[in-house]
């Protein structure tokens, strides 16, 4: 899955999250969000390689920051369940 795709995620995510008067400024911050992610992933990705770690020392770092991610959409959807 390829940053991009997780930045189309979030702003999915924002449009069924935020209530329709603030849903303009709530997708303004996630498509924000998003474009950080992408450009700072690549950034960081650099770093990585250049200090020398391994394919698998990177996979399991990115694989791990999507975990958290997985658990935070979790806890969004157990604390509002009605909506979903």
Do not use: H
Not at 23 to 52: C, D, E, N, P
Not at 64 to 83: D, E, F, K
């Amino acid at each position: 899955m390829c940053s991009s795709d997780l930045g189309n995620g979030a702003v999915a995510l924002a449009a069924m999250l935020y209530p329709t008067p603030v849903r303009a400024t709530g997708m303004g911050w996630a498509v924000s969000f998003a474009r950080l992610g992408q450009v700072a992933s690549s950034i960081l990705a650099g770093m990585m390689i250049g200090a020398g770690l391994t394919p698998e020392k990177i996979f399991a770092l990115i694989g791990s920051s999507a975990l958290v991610a997985a658990l935070a959409v979790v806890v969004i959807w157990v604390r509002n369940p009605q909506r979903y």
